[in-house]
């Protein structure tokens, strides 16, 4: 059974950072693409950074996300991490993490609905 957890979410200052993680069971994520996901109220949920296969190499940002975000994976812990920086109150939303066994980061954040697993979503509120 595959598990996605995410944790690391919760409520931060404009400017501030947090780091997000995504903990695996049940699958390899060295093994696939991993992304992160987002949902305001009443929007459709978007791609904010991708991750490809191990083999790969590849990251894939939104232009929201793009310098201010990063992504990286340890694999020894079978672990995904969104670190994010210059929080902005646009960045309110829940964040899912998910996975693509295509195992391609661009084409994965562009189409959510690529997805094979699903976490459960965490929330992220920047306010001050």
């Known amino acids: 059974q595959v598990q996605l957890v995410e944790s690391g979410g919760g409520l931060v200052q404009p400017g501030g950072s947090l780091r997000l993680s995504c903990a695996a069971s049940?699958?390899?994520?060295?093994?696939?693409?991993v992304g992160w996901f987002r949902q305001a109220s009443e929007k459709e949920r978007e791609g904010v950074s991708c991750?490809?296969?191990?083999?790969?190499?590849?990251?894939y940002y939104s232009g929201s996300a793009e310098g201010r975000f990063t992504i990286s994976r340890d694999n020894s812990k079978n672990t995904v991490y969104l670190q994010m920086n210059s929080l902005k109150p646009e960045d309110t939303a829940t964040y899912y993490c998910?996975?693509?066994?295509?195992?391609?980061?661009?084409?994965?954040?562009?189409?959510?609905?690529?997805?094979?697993?699903w976490g459960q979503g965490i929330q992220v509120t920047v306010s001050s």
């Open positions: 998910a996975t693509d066994y295509r195992g391609r980061a661009g084409q994965f954040c562009v189409e959510y609905r690529r997805a094979d697993y």
């Open positions: 049940g699958i390899t994520l060295e093994y696939v693409a």
């Open positions: 991750i490809s296969m191990a083999e790969e190499h590849t990251t």
